[in-house]
C-alpha cells in the first residue's frame, strides 16, 4: 500500500481475537499505515485453543512530485509553460491534459495550478504552482505639436512604462525629436519592470 493509506483488517475462524501493536481485540480493525510493518493476530476459540496468523503489510513512499515553476508571473494575456517531474503519470486541474508538460491558455487571472503524480507502484502525490497575472502597463503619448511643416521637428513623449521600443527611431528612451518628411506613424512599446 501507499505512505499514510488505511488498512483495514477482518479476522475469522475463532470466537476471540487479540491483535499486536495495540489495534484491540475486535474481529474487524483499521489504521493507519505509515511504516512497513508485521501484524500478528490471536484468536481463540470456545475451547480456549489458540493459534496465530500473520501479515506483512509493505508500505511504499509517495512520489515526491514537482512542478517548474513552482511560483511565477507572467503579464496578462500571455501564457506560461509547467513541467511536472517526480512521477510516472501524471493529471492537471484547469483540464490540462495528463502530459508532464502543458502549456497553458492565455492567463488573464491569478491561477493555482495542481498536478496529480502517480508513480509505478500506484501512489500519488500532488505539487502545486501559484501563478501571479500582472497587469499591462498603461502607455501614454504626448507631442509637442500635433501637426508641422516640412523640415521642423517635434518631441514625442511615452508616459507609463520603464524602457520604450519605438517603431521608428532607434531610441529607447521615453523622449524622441522626429522630424519625418512624410506623414508618419510612431508606435512605442513599453515594458515595465514586471516584464
Given amino acids: 500500500i501507499c505512505f499514510n493509506s488505511i488498512v483495514s483488517l477482518k479476522a475469522s475462524g475463532a470466537n476471540n481475537y487479540l491483535w499486536n501493536n495495540g489495534l484491540g ?3 474487524s480493525v483499521s489504521f493507519v499505515a505509515n511504516d512497513t510493518v508485521t501484524i500478528i493476530l490471536k484468536g481463540t476459540d470456545i475451547n480456549n485453543c489458540s493459534n496465530y496468523d500473520t501479515i506483512n503489510i509493505i508500505v ?4 515526491i512530485v514537482k512542478i517548474n515553476p513552482a511560483n511565477d508571473s507572467v503579464c496578462y494575456g500571455n501564457n506560461i509553460t509547467l513541467i511536472a517531474s517526480g512521477a510516472t503519470t501524471y493529471l492537471w486541474n484547469e483540464s490540462l491534459g495528463n502530459n508532464d508538460t502543458v502549456t497553458t491558455n492565455p492567463l488573464f487571472d491569478n491561477k493555482t495550478f495542481i498536478v496529480t503524480g502517480t508513480d509505478n507502484n500506484n501512489c500519488s502525490n500532488i505539487a502545486i ?3 501571479t497575472v500582472n497587469p499591462l ?3 501614454t503619448i504626448s507631442i509637442s505639436d500635433d501637426s508641422l511643416c516640412l523640415g521642423d521637428s517635434i518631441t514625442i513623449i511615452a508616459k507609463g512604462a520603464t524602457s520604450y521600443s519605438w517603431n521608428n527611431s ?5 523622449t524622441i525629436i522626429v522630424s519625418p518628411n512624410v506623414n508618419t506613424t510612431y508606435i512605442v512599446t513599453g515594458t515595465d ?3
Fill in 25 to 27: 481485540t475486535n474481529d
Fill in 60 to 63: 511504499y513512499p509517495l512520489p
Fill in 129 to 131: 504552482s501559484n501563478i
Fill in 137 to 139: 502597463p498603461i502607455i
Fill in 170 to 174: 532607434p531610441s529607447n528612451n521615453d
Fill in 193 to 195: 519592470n514586471n516584464g
